[in-house]
């Protein structure tokens, strides 16, 4: 059963700023530098409907690659010194196939 994890959310930072642009590839270095973690996308919101103007995206093989990813200490580290300070708003969604 594989795992596609995706948050979608708003950061405090300006659209197109620089530090935008840090947060986004900093995200994606350190999230894709972790063991388990498979088909990373960052995408961008276009729809007005939404608040919210990013979204991360990947896919873990099963419960524990996706247990172990939660764990890591690069993912914690990136949870509470970049998304906690930057993201203003976000929701969160898990879906198994």
Do not use: C
């Not at 608040?51 to 419960?63: I, K, N, R, T, W």
Request: no cysteine.
């Amino acid at each position: 059963m594989s795992i596609q994890h995706t948050v979608v959310f708003r950061l405090v930072h300006p659209a197109g700023s620089v530090e935008e642009r840090e947060f986004l590839a900093t995200g994606h270095a350190v999230l894709t530098s972790i063991p388990g973690v498979a088909d990373f996308t960052i995408r961008r919101q276009i729809s007005p409907k939404s608040d919210l103007d990013h979204q991360f995206s990947m896919v873990f093989a099963d419960q524990g690659a996706y247990d172990a990813y939660n764990a890591h200490p690069a993912h914690t580290a990136f949870v509470a010194e970049r998304w906690v300070p930057e993201v203003e708003d976000f929701q969160e969604y898990d879906f198994a196939e």
